[in-house]
């Protein structure tokens, strides 16, 4: 048999081994970001088009690169930041593999401007499927500009693959911030299809996270700061208060990479625990520095996660400066006792010690989100419950939809009572149906046949969805109710985007907003019916929302603003209803035309009919 081995030509090779470094237009910005960090830069910018399905364009102030340089970086291996394997473990630069630009030319177009300070004149290149097209001569400013254009046009597969243009382009805003935040001693810009999406001049680390995130953070961070031998822990977190719903500004970095550590993550949180909400994120900014030699620095290119050998001291380490940090701010409560935290001793102890934490003590009742005395439910308006027919069929809906488990016996007791509702004929609607809140989660409605347990936080979810839905299609404006002092909301550039989005639905459900300059709206009233309190937070929460829904959800966009307003200002798991708000619930619930399931798919409701309960004994 004649030999069938033969070695792949390098730009085959080449393209088999891009996939593994670039698998989207983010994994190119952020290999060119990092390489003009490398290059000592201290202004980058970043221009995108159509989320880097068109254009992804770099360009850098820093060392540049010689004529024979410029030439070689696309070779595999090429690299100029180790000699020899030793050097990974004195790493002072993000990239050492060489591998990054060999694969981004086998599967783009390429071209490089670039010039070194001994150079008079630049170098102009411009590459084809790893093939050089051209080398010429060229006028340039001191440093590199690399543009890739046309994505993947060689590998079908993968151009079909890519998501669609918000999410490709969310991934890239990810790996320009993750960049952005650890520089923050380097000038950034992010233009995407001509519209300058972050100028970030040079700063200190808060005003960066500022910059990038927007003014509200001014007034949310704490200073975390703790010097050990085995790591020193320096940036930012935010106030319980700024404690998120989604797991939003959660970023962890080591030794100025960005890392995922759901351990340290898992520290953080645990040190945050008392203080805020159930089911909500602390935001942080954490910077570890550890001894390059306490991590496995040889993680691949795409990967975020680091192994670190002595993860449970830092567990710890962090875990009690986080408590340090809330201890020694005033929170503006009684909270947090100062007089007992004591400084933090980390002498690091050789293997076997536990570093001590300092001793803080903290009141577990305290949630800054809720006030001690239930509060009214928001937008519940009072419309009075005249529908029987509807609400008749929605009580049939429901019986339909749960059908096929349950017995024939207990169908036909509930058509015998004529469903649940039917039976009251006085006319106080369905306030004689004995119902009651427990756990402060659930109502349960006794009929019939058993009882039926409802979500309270689903079905408020559900009538308010439905209200804004009903409030949007009518195209008149909802009544709004003036802000006795209009509020400047100010928003990071991309809320500020998506805020512009759907203003016209905000003035739809009442809100009276206007734009009011770069990323800044003014809002000069809401819906009737609701509260006042702290507006800004109101919107964070429901932009997070929306753009949890654009990622998680794919809703309309409509469908999208009124689930979210739905869930921002609905009644809460955990919230105590006084019990003309229990009613209230149950009978609009039951006017809807699916008071079975929520907006976003949750059972509402369950019955529990007389076979299931005598099943519990
Ligand atoms: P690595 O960063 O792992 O060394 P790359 O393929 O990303 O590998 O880059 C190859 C080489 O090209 C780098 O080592 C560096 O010498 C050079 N290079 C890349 N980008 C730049 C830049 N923006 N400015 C100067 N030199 C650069
Ligand atoms: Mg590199």
């Known amino acids: 048999m004649s030999d069938i081995i033969h070695i792949l030509p390098d730009s085959v090779a080449n393209q088999i081994a891009a996939g593994e470094v670039i698998q989207r237009p983010a994994s190119v910005v952020k290999e060119l970001l990092e390489n003009a960090v ?59 593999r060489g591998e990054a630009l060999a694969s981004i030319a086998a599967i783009a177009h390429v ?15 411009i ?28 590998v079908p597969a993968r151009r079909n693959f890519l998501k669609s243009d918000a999410v490709e382009y969310n991934h890239i805003r990810e790996e320009f911030i993750r960049l ?75 030794n100025q990479r960005y890392i995922k550590h759901p ?53 710890s380490i962090l875990r009690a400066s986080v408590k340090q940090s809330l201890g020694n701010f005033n929170l503006g409560s009684q909270q947090i006792d100062f007089d007992n935290v004591s400084p933090i001793d980390f002498s690091y102890i050789a293997s076997g010690g536990t570093p001590k934490e300092p001793k803080i003590f903290v009141d577990p009742n305290y949630n800054p989100f809720s006030s001690s005395k239930p509060t009214s439910a928001p937008i519940m308006p009072s419309s009075p419950f005249k529908n029987k027919k509807q609400n008749n069929e929605a009580w049939t809906k429901i019986y339909e939809s749960i059908k096929e488990n349950i017995p024939e016996e207990a169908i036909a007791h509930a058509q015998q009572s004529q469903l649940p ?51 949007m299609e009518s195209k008149q404006a909802a009544d709004v109710q003036k802000l006795l002092f209009p509020e400047t909301l100010n928003f990071s550039p991309q809320d500020a985007d ?75 798991k955990g919230q105590a209803l006084l019990a003309e708000e229990i009613n209230e619930i149950v009978k609009q619930l039951f006017m809807s035309e699916s008071p079975e399931i929520s907006p976003c798919g949750e059972k509402i409701c369950k019955i529990l009919n007389e076979k299931e309960i005598a099943n519990l004994f």
């Open 127 to 154: 590459l084809q499927g790893s093939q050089c097209q051209e080398q010429s001569p060229c006028q340039c400013e001191k440093g590199t500009s690399f543009a890739v254009k046309n994505l993947f046009y060689n």
């Open 498 to 572: 998506i805020i512009a989005n759907i203003q016209h639905d905000f003035i739809l459900l009442g809100f009276d907003i206007e734009i009011f300059g770069k990323n800044t709206f003014i809002l000069n009233g809401i819906p009737v019916g609701m509260k006042e309190t702290n507006v800004q937070h109101l919107m964070e929460q429901l932009l997070e929302s929306y753009k949890n829904n654009l990622i998680s959800i794919r809703l309309s966009r409509k469908s999208n603003v009124a689930y979210s307003m739905a869930k921002t200002l609905s009644v809460k």
């Open 180 to 254: 952005a935040l650890v520089h923050p001693e380097i000038a950034f810009s992010l233009h995407h299809n001509d519209k300058n999406e972050y100028k970030l001049p040079k700063s200190a680390l808060k005003q960066r996270i500022i910059n990038v995130f927007g003014n509200t953070y001014n007034e949310r961070l704490l200073p975390l700061n703790q010097e050990s031998e085995l790591v020193n822990i320096s940036g930012f977190i935010g106030k319980p208060e700024a404690a998120r719903k989604t797991r939003g500004e959660q970023y962890l970095f080591v």
């Open 263 to 315: 351990y340290f993550n898992h520290a953080i949180g645990n040190a945050m625990e008392e203080l805020i909400p159930a089911n909500h994120f602390p935001t942080y900014f954490v910077y570890l520095e550890v001894d390059p030699a306490q991590i496995d620095i040889n993680i691949h290119p795409t990967k975020t996660e680091v192994k670190f050998k002595e993860e449970k001291f830092i567990y």
């Open 421 to 471: 509702l039917e039976e009251e004929n006085k006319e106080n609607d369905n306030n004689n149906l004995p119902m009651f809140q427990t756990l402060n989660t659930y109502i349960i409605v006794h009929v019939k046949s058993g009882f039926i347990i409802i979500n309270q936080e689903a079905a408020s979810e559900r009538i308010l969805y439905d209200k804004f839905m009903r409030q």
């Open 38 to 96: 490398d290059a000592k830069a201290t202004s980058i910018d970043l221009i995108i088009k159509d989320s880097g399905k068109t254009l992804i364009k770099v360009n850098d102030n820093g060392i540049g690169m010689s004529d024979t340089d410029a030439r070689l970086c696309f070779e595999r291996h090429a690299t100029s930041k180790i000699a020899s394997a030793d050097d990974i473990f004195s790493l002072k630069t993000k990239g050492f």
């Open 111 to 125: 071209e490089l401007k670039t010039r070194n300070e001994s150079a008079a004149i630049g170098t102009h290149i």
